[in-house]
């Protein structure tokens, strides 16, 4: 059965320092697609970056980038010069299902981070 | 462009009642999903919608069902209502037709307490 796995449940950053949120997967299929979410206390989703099984070069959004290994099946998300409104749960999460059909999508248990001033 | 709505924010209700939730995608997106979120259980899917066929179901009892019209909205029914249905529950939409475009948009959810 396909998993994600956050190891993280809580983070800690400084302002303007880069932070690593780890993610791990697992699946057997080769097609596959990779998702981080943020959600703030709000509750809202927001997306932030993805990453397809069959993309060659890792992701890149803005202050988001993605550190995809698929042989280590890690999808890592890096944020780069924190801000204090990153401060949120993160979420990763993998699409299963038909490549081109959404399908349905797998969460992990989160990371929650936490910008210092 | 709007985003996803889900309506109402906030819910309310009283064990063995039901309730509708309603769920507006993205112009243009014709699979919505539906997920639920708890502390204890995390995020669970529910249910996918696409061109008013369920496509895909997650593993909750028959109380939990859906429907999706023609213009792409959906809503989701949870009858006879338990405690441990208190959650925040998500709506997503995609466009889902496109090889390769696969970003999955989320509404702010609504909350449901059952007292």
């Known amino acids: 059965a396909q998993k994600i796995t956050q190891t993280q449940p809580g983070m800690f950053v400084q302002e303007k320092e880069a932070v690593t949120l780890d993610c791990t997967y697992d699946t057997s299929d080769q097609s596959y697609g990779l998702f981080w979410y943020k959600q703030p206390s709000s509750g809202e989703m927001i997306f932030l970056i993805y990453q397809g099984s069959y993309d060659e070069q890792n992701a890149t959004e803005g202050r988001y980038s993605l550190n995809f290994q698929k042989a280590r099946k890690s999808a890592n998300l890096v944020i780069s010069a924190s801000q204090l409104g990153d401060s949120a749960m993160y979420f990763c999460a993998m699409r299963e299902g038909p490549y081109n059909q959404g399908g349905k999508l797998i969460f992990g248990q989160g990371t929650e981070l936490s910008v210092k001033p | 462009k709007a985003g996803v709505t889900q309506t109402p924010r906030y819910l309310i209700k009283t064990r063995g009642q039901q309730v509708t939730l309603s769920c507006s995608p993205i112009?243009?997106?014709?699979?919505v999903s539906w997920y639920q979120q708890t502390p204890g259980q995390g995020l669970q899917f529910l249910f996918e919608?696409?061109?008013?066929?369920?496509?895909n179901k997650g593993n909750f009892p028959g109380r939990f069902s859906g429907r999706q019209f023609s213009n792409s909205r959906s809503e989701m029914n949870v009858s006879t209502l338990e405690l441990g249905d208190s959650a925040l529950y998500l709506c997503?939409?995609?466009?889902?037709?496109?090889?390769?475009?696969?970003?999955?948009?989320f509404g702010q959810g609504t909350r449901l307490t059952v007292v």
């Open positions: 919608y696409f061109s008013e066929t369920q496509r």
């Open positions: 112009s243009g997106h014709r699979s």
């Open positions: 997503a939409s995609s466009l889902a037709h496109r090889v390769g475009l696969a970003e999955a948009f």
